[in-house]
């Protein structure tokens, strides 16, 4: 049978699965499994009988890889253990990356397993960027902006150099913009800076997160309001963000549909909050050559681009309005100071890829 890549991203009810040729070159097919755990794995192994695939390696998708991880890994039992250790740097996703692993390591005995880290594409950013106000043993100690998305950003990076080498090795900010969002500032494919710190609430308003708070806010609820901790973790993840602030919905379309104040208003913070990161990762860059969009909204809103774009007008952005609507690969006019790009992300394509690297070494 024809050998195979298998990539994983487990979620909290549903893993989602990726089949890839062994050089990680070629898509097979790609869905989501409604089940998780060995219910998962065991839809997961008939997926690959049906594709009439031998499964060669196995790639996840893991959150947080902590400080010890820059790179992806070869998952053995001593790995699998720190993995659990970062659980509480990232609990809502984090133990769900854990438990796939176990389950695709029980289904698919004697394959190698890769876990590739969200944050890790992020490492290469300098201390201040890291590292938050507080007495610095707490930054020796692993309390840092880690960021995310790195996978996504790692594959627009390679992206780049492909369809627009003319700034690629420029300064870039890329707006992974979906249910989760944030922003990274590249420059020459490197991570300089980017919205989300320590953990995935922090930037850009998100589907039900709330995006960067005054911390105030959050002492106000515990200490004044009586908020217990659970309760509090449950607002900042769950119950903000645009389905808090619209009282409708956390998805954009509806929004967009949406024909009351509170929609109005959920949709105009959101595109506010996103030209505001922009400005500041270009004050990190020192300069802006593109601006490139990524993700669900980010793909496939152009009156969200738009309306983000228009915010930058003083920075000399702009779009057109046909290749705009169109989704074209590049949105604005010469007449643009800088790019703006439309980029359709691939995470599992970077982890196949990786998997894929392991076994040429």
């Known amino acids: 049978m024809t050998p195979a890549i298998l990539t994983l991203n487990a979620g909290s009810s549903t893993v989602k699965y990726a089949l890839f040729s062994g050089d990680g070159g070629t898509e097979f097919t790609r869905g989501t499994i409604e089940e998780t755990g060995a219910a998962a794995m065991a839809k997961a192994l008939e997926v690959t009988r049906s594709a009439g695939v031998t499964v060669v390696g196995v790639g996840h998708r893991v959150v947080h890889g902590g400080t010890r991880f820059s790179a992806p890994v070869v998952i053995d039992d001593e790995v699998l253990g720190l993995l659990e250790g970062f659980v509480p740097l990232a609990p809502l996703h984090q133990p769900h990356n854990v438990s796939g692993i176990k389950a695709a390591r029980a289904a698919f005995q004697g394959v190698p397993q890769l876990a590739c880290f969200d944050t890790a594409f992020h490492r290469t950013r300098d201390f201040l960027e890291e590292t938050f106000a507080l ?37 870039v900010v890329v707006a992974h913009l979906g249910s989760g969002a944030s922003m990274c500032a590249m420059s020459n494919g490197r991570s300089v800076a980017t919205t989300m710190g320590f953990s995935t609430i922090d930037g850009i308003p998100m589907g039900t997160r709330t995006g960067t708070i005054d ?115 590049l949105i604005s006019p010469p007449s643009s100071r800088a790019k703006v790009l439309v980029l359709p992300t691939n995470e599992e394509r970077c982890i196949a890829e990786a998997v894929a690297q392991l076994a040429q070494r």
């Open 135 to 171: 007495p610095r043993r707490y930054y020796d100690e692993g309390v840092r902006r880690f960021g995310f998305h790195g996978l996504s950003y790692q594959f627009i990076a390679t992206q780049l150099r492909e369809v627009a080498p003319d700034v690629a090795s420029g300064k």
């Open 215 to 329: 911390p105030g806010v959050l002492l106000y609820l515990l200490n004044q309001k009586g908020m217990t901790l659970g309760a509090l973790e449950a607002l900042l993840y769950k119950e903000s963000g645009l389905k808090g602030l619209s009282g409708v919905s956390n998805d954009m379309r509806t929004l967009l549909a949406t024909d009351t104040q509170e929609a109005r208003d959920a949709v105009e913070y959101f595109v506010r909050r996103c030209a505001r990161e922009v400005a500041s990762l270009a004050t990190a860059l020192g300069g802006l050559d593109a601006l490139v969009f990524t993700a669900g909204i980010g793909e496939r809103s152009a009156v969200i681009r738009a309306r983000i774009v228009g915010h930058l007008a003083w920075l000399g952005l702009s779009v057109d309005e046909a290749a705009n609507t169109s989704n074209a690969l």
